[in-house]
């Protein structure tokens, strides 16, 4: 091939170049080619340099040899790292135009120059031609290899998964720069091996950007988002200034979180940072993660400022709405991207039928499905199909979604089959769903979720007998449980609802069937199984910026004085200890306030919650308010803010699950009821 084109006639050079070369080059190489000389072994470099692809380059060096202008290794290692840079289209990994070139330094005496040494390394491993980088670099590792050809060699194995290899020529190097460490580390983070990867960061005798970048990927890659925080904030205190892909990933570690306020935080310290010159992928990792927290309004926000927006821009935006009440709006985003000139992608329509099935939207989910095969020409994968079976079977229509999934042209995946035996338990399809449900068995007998779910169908129809047959084969089998997913949860978008009324539902269902009384410790046993206790929340205590109590999440089971008095689900109003027409005598101060709130706080048991005050400073409490029986974990947080006023901010939430039957809401409203009559007043009617 390669010598084919260097034997070309001139007419071919030119057609090679009009196809090959982008309109910039080929202008500037037409010139040359029709004044019939090169003026300079300089311009022809200027050349190789902006060459677009490997055939190019071999048009410029033909033309240099015809006109005696001898390539020198600035010539060959730009004709090699274009070999590097290019996809090969052939069905070897080898590009013939790399021998070529390497062959011209032989002839010419360049091969052992460092530059096309690097170069031509560099090329072998973009071809996966790993046989042929270790033998070049062992003919120049003696005395011509430099810290980049020993840098380019530790990348190119941990690339091909050679990491053993790359750690022994890392250790090996005559010398290390702080890209030398990345390349190792970056090596580490990417294969999830954290541990080695931590310990080289430590090690570090410098580190910059792409340091902390890499770090904080594989932390986040590996689900390790609370330890990505913390490296985030070492990071900031140390001064370094993060690029974009160490913010992108710490934006992703706030999402997964669920962490609105680190979040936020993120945000405001990178519009600072960059000066509101954020990019597009920013942008959306930034609407994505608001979404994901809850924080809807501020994506709005983010969403409305962007001068650019891309495709994962609006999924971001459609997404996040349709996972914050949004539906409609969500699917209206559809025909606004498209008025934007953004087409939509297969991510799109996961988000839009995502819409559809959290309102039940059959019917326009059924047309958004077959609009995105015959009007956008998008095959649906295994996501698009478990979403639509999880529509039509939350909608009651379990037969139907059989034929759906009967009818589909490709190998159903076990998590469809998971989503209708879900739906047939939810609407009494006991005869459907145990069908499905075996047929998930055979298909995944080391699945224990699918006996759990032939289980608990029999239970939903009082055959006791037929769901202890099942466990005691789940237990036989000795298949593993798994860590708790849903069924369905490997296709279908899980809708975060671990709900409380599943567990209220099931207890009340469960008593009444079983017609017994639970002791003491069966109820015990019962709260370990479901954790109701929860797990204390990080972000509790007095926020720093700025000053003020946590906000609450996107679920129903919280109120807080720092929310806005727009959102009506958690906002609370601060109450006033010295109000204006109160029926006090006189004013009193802040600390007598805190010793009426505290014995309001000891004598009040809304629900016949247990009151536990767990920390308590000048301006600060916090309480615990436990349940008496299934040991249900409230957090109720009291602060008294700086300065004249006489208020007191509060909040009040749930630990466990996503609503709380207005619990924190009555909780607030007996204790201001309380504090009322010792003379205080609410800001506003509650």
């Known amino acids: 091939m390669g010598r084919g084109i260097l034997n070309a006639g001139p007419s071919s050079w030119i057609a090679a170049v009009a196809t090959a070369a982008p309109a910039s080059f080929r202008g500037a190489h037409a010139v040359l080619l029709t004044s019939g000389h090169l003026s300079s072994r300089a311009s022809a470099n200027s050349l190789l340099r902006a060459a677009p692809s490997p055939s190019a380059c071999a048009l410029i060096l033909r033309l240099m040899l015809l006109h005696r202008l001898r390539p020198d290794h600035i010539s060959l290692s730009f004709s090699l790292h274009s070999c590097a840079r290019a996809v090969v289209p052939t069905t070897t990994t080898r590009n013939p135009l790399t021998a070529l070139f390497r062959s011209l330094a032989l002839r010419l005496g360049h091969a052992r120059d460092v530059y096309v040494a690097n170069a031509a390394v560099s090329s072998y491993f973009a071809a996966s031609d790993v046989a042929s980088a270790d033998r070049l670099f062992a003919e ?3 005395d011509v290899a430099d810290v980049v050809t020993w840098t380019t060699m530790v990348t190119g194995h941990a690339n091909a998964s050679n990491l053993e290899q790359a750690r022994r020529l890392f250790d090996a190097m005559p010398e290390r720069n702080v890209v030398s460490w990345n390349a190792m580390l970056g090596a580490y983070a990417s294969a999830g091996m954290l541990s080695e990867a931590r310990e080289l960061f430590d090690a570090m005798p410098e580190r910059n950007a792409a340091t902390w970048s890499s770090m ?3 932390l986040v890659l590996s689900g390790r988002c609370g330890e990505a925080l913390r490296v985030f904030a070492d990071m900031v205190r140390g001064g370094a200034v993060p690029n974009e892909p160490a913010l992108v990933s710490v934006v992703s570690a706030c999402a997964q979180l669920r962490s609105l306020e680190h979040g936020a935080w993120v945000h405001a310290y990178a519009e600072q940072e960059l000066q509101g010159a954020m990019s597009v992928i920013l942008a959306s990792a930034i609407i994505g993660m608001y979404g994901k927290c809850g924080g809807i309004r501020s994506a709005v926000r983010v969403f409305a400022a962007m001068p650019l927006r891309n495709v994962y821009s609006w999924n971001a935006m459609i997404a996040g709405l349709a996972m914050n009440g949004g539906e409609r709006q969500a699917l209206s985003l559809l025909w606004k991207m498209q008025m934007a000139g953004i087409q939509p992608n297969d991510i799109t329509f996961i988000g839009l039928l995502s819409a559809c099935s959290h ?18 020409r998008i095959q649906p994968v295994q996501q698009h199909y478990g979403l639509m079976v999880d529509l039509i079977g ?14 589909m042209p490709v190998e159903p995946h076990p998590g469809l089959w998971g989503a209708l035996a879900s739906a047939c338990k939810m609407h009494g399809e006991v005869e459907l769903g145990e069908e499905v449900a075996k047929k998930l068995i055979e298909l995944e007998p080391r699945h224990g979720s699918r006996y759990i779910l032939l289980s608990n169908l029999y239970g939903s129809a009082n055959r006791w007998d037929d ?10 089998r000795k298949v593993p449980k798994g860590t708790g997913n849903a069924v369905n949860c490997d296709l279908v978008l899980v809708y975060n609802m671990v ?6 539902l099931f207890l009340a269902w469960f008593l009444q069937t079983r017609d017994f009384v639970l002791r003491s410790s069966e109820l015990a046993t019962l709260a370990a199984i479901f954790h109701f206790s929860g797990t204390k929340p990080s972000y509790l205590g007095v926020q720093k910026s700025p000053p003020s109590l946590a906000l609450c999440p996107a679920t129903n089971n919280c109120v807080s004085t720092s929310e806005e008095i727009s959102d009506s689900n958690h906002y609370a109003p601060p109450w006033n200890y010295n109000p204006k027409d109160g029926r006090r005598g006189k004013p009193i101060t802040k600390e007598e306030a805190m010793k009426e709130l505290i014995e309001v706080v000891t004598k009040t048991k809304p629900d016949n919650f247990t009151p536990h005050i767990v920390d308590k400073t000048d301006d600060y409490i916090r309480v615990e308010y436990g349940s008496p029986i299934f040991g249900f974990v409230d957090d109720v947080e009291f602060w008294f803010p700086p300065g004249n006023k006489p208020l007191v901010q509060y909040r009040s939430a749930s630990r466990s699950g996503f609503i709380d039957f207005n619990a924190n809401k009555k909780r607030v ?7 009322e009559k010792k003379g205080w007043a609410s800001e506003s009617n509650f």
């Open 216 to 218: 904080l990927t594989g």
């Open 394 to 407: 939350r909608s009651g229509r379990v037969r139907e979604a059989m034929f759906f999934i009967k009818s």
């Open 499 to 504: 709900t409380d009324l599943t567990v209220c």
């Open 359 to 376: 309102s039940g939207l059959v019917n326009e989910g059924r047309r958004l499905f077959d609009s995105m095969i015959e009007d956008f």
């Open 669 to 675: 409203k007996e204790l201001r009821l309380a504090l």
């Open 140 to 142: 120049v590792s003696d």
């Open 467 to 476: 769901m202890a047959f099942v466990r005691k084969i789940l237990k036989r």
